[in-house]
């Protein structure tokens, strides 16, 4: 078998930027950590699903419409494409997209290109810009911001499938500025003063310390720098958040769920000013739900079917909150 810590370790694309990160020797060693994961036996199936595959740039890498587009179909052979194919299936669930690689057209569980139109007025010009993307999922996000020629987008996320997934999705489009680590946001704070710009959506409800997740985050940033945040909250406009006791939506790991005032008012005491709430909504089931490609549970199954005002729990149903913010 492959081991894949080590081509994991000998990626070393930090190397080129270890002048401007003082903490650069903390961030190998955190890898360092991470790698022997990699070659754990639960990852061969990943394994056995690349080595097949032809390597190559595609002429085709277009990141302009909604769907990311790598590959045409004539570049492939009749085996080659099925080759593709098999593999595509095998990363089933596909959570973010929608992406079409080789004329195949992956309809992920998530609109994705819904969310980045709604982001995308707010964001700064990214041209040469330092980004990162925190909980990066299938580096949907990532091949979006390509399009405005960014200096260095790094999507972070500890799931090792999405590891792979992005090696996959590499092995067609080759992009040099595009990179993946398997660190996650509690690393952020390694990277001192680094981004330009941070994504950080769908993630902070997810964390037990809300708090020092973002000064984690603020320090990575420069002075100046833009995040932008989304989360999963509750409607209202006073400053108080909703703590599920057990599980919320069928899930465990929401620990809290805020309103836009209460969201607002934890970046303002970790050092954000510039706080803008420029969109919320109720999530609704034709932004997430069941496809092909993601045929598990889904919100419709989450919500209570008399009440989708509601979860199956009896909780309000969630909100999609979006904040832009500048590091003071």
Same mark, same amino acid.
């Given at each position: 078998?492959?081991?894949?810590?080590?081509?994991?370790?000998?990626?070393?694309?930090?190397?080129?930027?270890?002048?401007?990160?003082?903490?650069?020797?903390?961030?190998?060693?955190?890898?360092?950590?991470?790698?022997?994961?990699? *070659?754990?036996? /639960?990852? $061969?199936? !990943?394994?056995?699903?690349?080595?097949? @595959?032809? &390597? %190559?740039?595609?002429?085709?890498?277009?990141?302009?419409?909604?769907?990311?587009?790598?590959?045409?179909? *004539?570049?492939? /052979?009749? $085996?080659? !494409?099925?080759?593709?194919?098999?593999? @595509?299936? &095998? %990363?089933?669930?596909?959570?973010?997209?929608?992406?079409?690689?080789?004329?195949?057209?992956?309809?992920?569980?998530?609109?994705?290109?819904?969310?980045?139109?709604?982001?995308?007025?707010? @964001?700064?010009?990214?041209?040469?810009?330092?980004?990162?993307?925190?909980?990066?999922?299938?580096?949907?996000?990532?091949?979006?911001?390509?399009?405005?020629?960014?200096?260095?987008?790094?999507?972070?996320?500890?799931?090792?499938?999405?590891?792979?997934?992005?090696?996959?999705?590499?092995?067609?489009?080759?992009?040099?500025?595009?990179?993946?680590?398997?660190?996650?946001?509690?690393?952020?704070?390694?990277?001192?003063?680094?981004?330009?710009?941070?994504?950080?959506?769908?993630?902070?409800?997810?964390?037990?310390?809300?708090?020092?997740?973002?000064?984690?985050?603020?320090?990575?940033?420069?002075?100046?720098?833009?995040?932008?945040?989304?989360?999963?909250?509750?409607?209202?406009?006073?400053?108080?958040?909703?703590?599920?006791?057990?599980?919320?939506?069928?899930?465990?790991?929401?620990?809290?769920?805020?309103?836009?005032?209460?969201?607002?008012?934890?970046?303002?005491?970790?050092?954000?000013?510039?706080?803008?709430?420029?969109?919320?909504?109720?999530?609704?089931?034709?932004?997430?739900?069941?496809?092909?490609?993601?045929?598990?549970?889904?919100?419709?199954?989450?919500?209570?079917?008399?009440?989708?005002?509601?979860?199956?729990?009896?909780?309000?149903?969630?909100?999609?909150?979006?904040?832009?913010?500048?590091?003071?």
């Amino acid at each position: 078998m492959i081991e894949y810590s080590k081509i994991y370790l000998g990626d070393n694309f930090y190397e080129k930027w270890k002048d401007q990160l003082p903490r650069y020797d903390e961030i190998q060693k955190a890898r360092e950590e991470i790698a022997p994961n990699l *070659d754990r036996p /639960t990852v $061969e199936p !990943f394994y056995r699903t690349l080595v097949r @595959l032809p &390597e %190559f740039q595609s002429r085709l890498r277009d990141y302009s419409g909604d769907a990311v587009k790598i590959g045409a179909r *004539d570049e492939l /052979t009749e $085996e080659q !494409f099925k080759l593709v194919y098999q593999c @595509l299936e &095998e %990363f089933i669930p596909w959570r973010k997209g929608p992406f079409e690689i080789f004329g195949t057209h992956i309809d992920a569980e998530w609109r994705s290109n819904l969310k980045w139109d709604r982001v995308k007025p707010m @964001l700064p010009d990214l041209k040469y810009k330092r980004i990162c993307d925190v909980g990066c999922n299938n580096s949907y996000y990532m091949y979006r911001m390509l399009e405005q020629d960014p200096e260095f987008v790094l999507g972070i996320d500890p799931m090792i499938k999405y590891y792979f997934n992005y090696l996959l999705l590499q092995r067609f489009s080759a992009e040099p500025h595009m990179h993946f680590d398997l660190l996650g946001v509690e690393h952020m704070h390694l990277f001192e003063g680094f981004f330009d710009v941070v994504f950080f959506m769908g993630i902070i409800y997810h964390r037990r310390n809300p708090i020092q997740t973002l000064v984690d985050i603020h320090k990575s940033m420069k002075k100046g720098g833009t995040l932008i945040l989304e989360v999963s909250g509750i409607d209202g406009d006073e400053p108080y958040c909703l703590f599920p006791e057990d599980r919320y939506m069928k899930a465990r790991g929401y620990w809290f769920l805020p309103t836009w005032k209460a969201m607002e008012n934890m970046l303002k005491k970790t050092n954000f000013i510039e706080i803008e709430t420029f969109d919320k909504f109720p999530l609704d089931i034709h932004e997430q739900r069941k496809t092909d490609w993601s045929r598990w549970e889904s919100l419709e199954d989450f919500l209570d079917p008399d009440d989708p005002t509601k979860t199956v729990e009896g909780y309000p149903a969630p909100q999609r909150i979006y904040i832009k913010a500048i590091k003071k």
